[in-house]
C-alpha cells in the first residue's frame, strides 16, 4: 500500500457514509414547506461533499486538487449551516442533527487542513 492510500480511502468512505447519514436525516423529516425546503438545501450540500472528494482523488494537477478540496470544504461547511439553521427553527429530530452537525464540523476542520497542507508544498 502507498504511503497516503488508507487515509484517502478512508476518507472516501467517510465521505460516502456521511451522505448516507443526510440522506436519511432528510428522508426522516416531515413534508411541510419549511422542512423540505432546508432538507433540500441540506441534501444538496451534504452529498456533494464526498462526490467532490472522490473528483479531488482524482485531480490531475495540484491546482485542480487543491481547487476541489477547497469546493469538499465549502459543501462541508455549507452542510454545516443547514444543520445549525434547522436546529435553531426546531425542524428536524434533535438526535439526528447533533451528530450530522459534529461530522460536517469534522469534515470542515479535516478539509481545511488539507487544503492549508496542499497550499504550503508550493
Known amino acids: 500500500m502507498k504511503n497516503g492510500e488508507r487515509p484517502r480511502r478512508d476518507l472516501r468512505e467517510r465521505t460516502f457514509k456521511f451522505a448516507r447519514q443526510i440522506i436519511r436525516l432528510f428522508a426522516s423529516l416531515d413534508r411541510g414547506v419549511l422542512a423540505q425546503t432546508l432538507g433540500r438545501q441540506l441534501l444538496r450540500a451534504g452529498t456533494s461533499v464526498g462526490a467532490n472528494y472522490r473528483e479531488a482523488d482524482q485531480a490531475r494537477s495540484k491546482a485542480e486538487f487543491v481547487a476541489k478540496i477547497g469546493d469538499c470544504l465549502k459543501e462541508a ?46
Open 77 to 122: 461547511d455549507e452542510t454545516a449551516y443547514w444543520l445549525e439553521l434547522m436546529s435553531a427553527e426546531n425542524v428536524g429530530a434533535p438526535a439526528d442533527l447533533a451528530p450530522a452537525f459534529d461530522e460536517a464540523t469534522q469534515l470542515v476542520a479535516i478539509f481545511t487542513t488539507i487544503k492549508r497542507r496542499a497550499e504550503s508544498n508550493d
